[in-house]
């Protein structure tokens, strides 16, 4: 079985995502790849180049013995110029998982693309997230997860028998994707041509944006 990990961006010191919290999940990971040779590893980091940072110096020997393993893919090399990796998308990551986890409930953008994708993803909170649609909705969504044990003792009751609405967005997607049509990129460059078409008339920039709006509702 093959778990995907979206791994978001952390910082050496910061409120938001401090490392210290972040390097919970892949490190837990990593020993639970180690221990169960039936298990695959997919981690895509947000900004690859500093996920060993990330990790801290005494735990990259953890991060070899992943490697070692040979069931761990994981970029580590950054996009010309910049911190993140364009090529490993959250969706190409996802497809090619049984299931998905998405590190961080405070931009859940990924794990979004991960669901849309077509496979269920969950998303860890190390953050403290307690109200949240993803874990809040009557207490019957499987989606949001403050504990990594849990989220791995249901995935090893998943791999038996699939748990029915574990990692299954469908009763709050309509939040987030109202149309559910799969026309997203059409329907942003309807946009952006009506955009572009009053960007070359002397309107002022709220105008250009009204005329837009209401061409594009019509």
């Not at 910082?11 to 990971?29: D, E, S």
Request: aromatic share 14%; charged share 25%.
């Amino acid at each position: 079985k093959i778990i995907g990990y979206l791994d978001q961006g952390s910082y050496p010191h910061h409120w938001a995502n401090p490392h210290c919290y972040a390097r919970k999940g892949p490190i837990f990971l990593f020993n639970k790849l180690i221990e169960n040779p039936w298990m695959g590893l997919i981690i895509k980091p947000k900004k690859p180049i500093r996920f060993k940072e990330k990790l801290g110096e005494k735990n990259l020997p953890l991060l070899q013995k992943a490697i070692d393993t040979g069931r761990l893919y994981i970029t580590l090399e950054s996009a010309k110029g910049h911190y993140k990796n364009f090529v490993d998308s959250p969706a190409l990551v996802s497809m090619v998982s049984d299931i998905c986890i998405h590190d961080g409930m405070f931009a859940s953008t990924a794990g979004l693309e991960s669901y849309l994708s077509g496979t269920r993803t969950v998303i860890y909170d190390n953050m403290g997230f307690h109200e949240s649609i993803f874990m809040n909705e009557d207490n019957k969504n499987l989606i949001g997860f403050s504990n990594f044990n849990k989220i791995w003792e249901l995935f090893i009751k998943h791999f038996d028998k699939p748990i029915k609405g574990l990692g299954d967005w469908s009763r709050i997607i309509k939040y987030f994707d109202p149309y559910q049509d799969e026309k997203s990129s059409e329907r942003l460059t309807y946009l952006i041509k009506l955009l572009l078409k009053y960007h070359d008339t002397k309107l002022s920039q709220s105008e250009i944006l009204e005329k837009s709006f209401i061409d594009y509702s019509s």
